[in-house]
């Protein structure tokens, strides 16, 4: 009887030791740790969501100038165009293949500026995409803040 007595002593304290050490489940330190952790989160993301916004603006930027780009070289190309048929007609071919060289040059550096701008346009699109989906999961994690706060202060209540 003594030896069973002293051994269930044994296990109570044991057992008490163990419950001791083990944190609790609604430990307020952990759970302001938590929340302090989340907080950092919702400030990350703004930082992200901030330089998606300047990238956004950047790529705009780079699609308006090729847009110029492109008016610039069209002009050209007219230019270049009535200048050859002007050539043709007064009879001097070698003028009209230099013309016709730069209409060519001025082509390809049409095609470039196409390519750029549609580029840029893919880009612009992809960037508004992130910064939507951005703003979507910042305003989940900023509820989430609010309802772990909102349990936090239940949990001091209830002790």
């Known amino acids: ?3 069973s007595l002293l051994t269930l002593t044994l296990v109570l304290l044991a057992s008490m030791f163990t419950l001791a050490q083990a ?13 302090r952790q989340d ?11 901030n330089h998606d916004r300047r990238d956004l603006n950047h790529d705009r930027a780079d699609r308006n100038q090729d847009q110029r780009d492109i008016n610039h070289d069209r002009r050209d190309i007219n230019k270049d165009r009535v200048e050859r048929k002007q050539d043709l007609k ?11 060289r730069d209409i060519n040059h001025d082509k390809r550096d ?3 500026d196409r390519v750029d701008r549609n580029r840029d346009q893919r880009d612009i699109n992809h960037d508004k995409r992130d910064l939507h989906h951005d703003r979507a999961d910042r305003h989940q994690d ?6 772990d706060k909102r349990d936090l202060h239940r949990d001091r209540k209830g002790r």
């Open 1 to 3: 009887m003594r030896r």
């Open 23 to 35: 944190p609790a489940t609604g430990d307020v330190p952990a759970d302001r740790q938590d929340l």
């Open 39 to 49: 907080r950092r989160d919702v400030r990350k993301d703004q930082r992200d969501i």
């Open 90 to 100: 007064n009879g001097n071919t070698v003028a009209a293949r230099a013309e016709q």
């Open 110 to 112: 049409l095609n470039h």
């Open 142 to 147: 900023r509820k989430d803040i609010r309802h």
